[in-house]
């Protein structure tokens, strides 16, 4: 198992910016891709970004693009989500994954694709 946790949530004026990271212990050699997702109250948990651990791309909603940045450190086994021009919708609990299995980037898309799971940090964005 791959052992998961968030920090750098917070409160953030609309427009402002926050950095999340992820800290992976445990079985951190099988991960296969990292990801971040988040659930706004009342909606269900939806995907964010994701990186391949070993060569790095990465995928985003839609969203998101152009405003948040995934990258990763290997030697340090984490990964940061940059947030910035943040919007009100941002608001919610961000959720780092961790995937051991391979796949193609629609499944990565997925939160059924992920078997293990961080503790989540709070986003609230104040319009």
């Known amino acids: 198992q791959v052992q998961l946790v968030e920090s750098g949530g917070g409160l953030v004026q609309a427009g402002g910016s926050l950095r999340l990271s992820c800290a992976a212990s445990g079985r951190t050699s099988s991960t296969v891709v990292m990801g971040w997702f988040r659930q706004a109250p009342g909606k269900e948990r939806e995907f964010v970004a994701t990186?391949?651990?070993?060569?790095?791309?990465?995928l985003y909603t839609d969203s998101v693009k152009g405003r948040f940045t995934m990258s990763k450190d290997n030697a340090k086994n984490t990964v940061s989500l940059q947030m910035n021009s943040l919007k009100h919708e941002d608001t919610g609990v961000y959720y780092c994954?961790?995937?051991?299995?391979?796949?193609?980037?629609?499944?990565?898309?997925?939160?059924?694709?992920?078997?293990?799971w961080g503790q989540g940090t709070q986003v609230t964005v104040s319009s």
């Open positions: 990186i391949r651990w070993s060569v790095g791309w990465t």
């Open positions: 994954a961790a995937a051991t299995s391979p796949g193609n980037s629609w499944e990565y898309r997925r939160s059924e694709k992920y078997d293990n």
